[in-house]
């Protein structure tokens, strides 16, 4: 039997065991421009820049955190003059979105309804996404305009490339 090392948890397991690993997920768009509104009550607006839809499971930590700030902030996805996608955001001085996102950790795999059992918990996800945005309007020195959690939402984007990156912390090791 083929064995896997995970690191993380410092076991072997048989390819039959593998264990679903616990990863803070991040769907980046970069974007001529974006709106949101929460219940139909409430819009809010960003130009040139980066929506961010994260996801966050129980398992996920301040680490995770400071890994995936530091890593959006500093991804080169915006073009330079000679279009070349060369720039961080803060280099092309852009604006950024963040959105709270549970669906972003659904599993398909059986049926026709997908199952967010591996979505934290509000009492665990409500802090670690506001520490998140926190930090990034910290690191990214700006404002920062963000979903409510919890809340119905309307996205609206304009994406641009168009763009579309998936980043998680499985990869960070």
């Known amino acids: 039997m083929a064995l896997f090392y995970c690191q993380k948890n410092l076991h072997f397991y048989g390819i039959a065991k593998i264990e679903h690993f616990k990863i803070m997920k991040a769907v980046l768009q970069r974007v001529t421009k974006a709106r949101i509104t929460i219940d139909n009550r409430e819009t809010r607006f960003m130009g040139h820049g980066m929506v961010i839809l994260l996801g966050i499971e129980e398992a996920d930590t301040d680490e995770d955190i400071q890994w995936l700030v530091k890593k959006i902030i500093n991804l080169r996805i915006f073009d330079d003059e000679q279009g070349v996608m060369n720039l961080s955001l803060t280099d092309a001085g852009g604006e950024a979105l963040i959105v709270s996102q549970f669906t972003l950790h659904a599993r398909v795999k059986k049926g026709n309804r997908p199952s967010y059992i591996d ?3 509000p009492d665990t996800a409500i802090p670690l ?3 998140f945005v926190k930090l990034f309007r910290e690191t990214l020195g700006r ?5 409510e959690f919890g809340a119905n939402m309307d996205v609206e984007l304009v994406n641009n490339g168009p763009v579309t990156i998936i980043i998680d912390t499985k990869n960070k090791l």
């Open 143 to 147: 404002p920062v305009v963000t979903g």
């Open 129 to 131: 996404y506001e520490a």
């Open 119 to 121: 979505a934290a918990h």
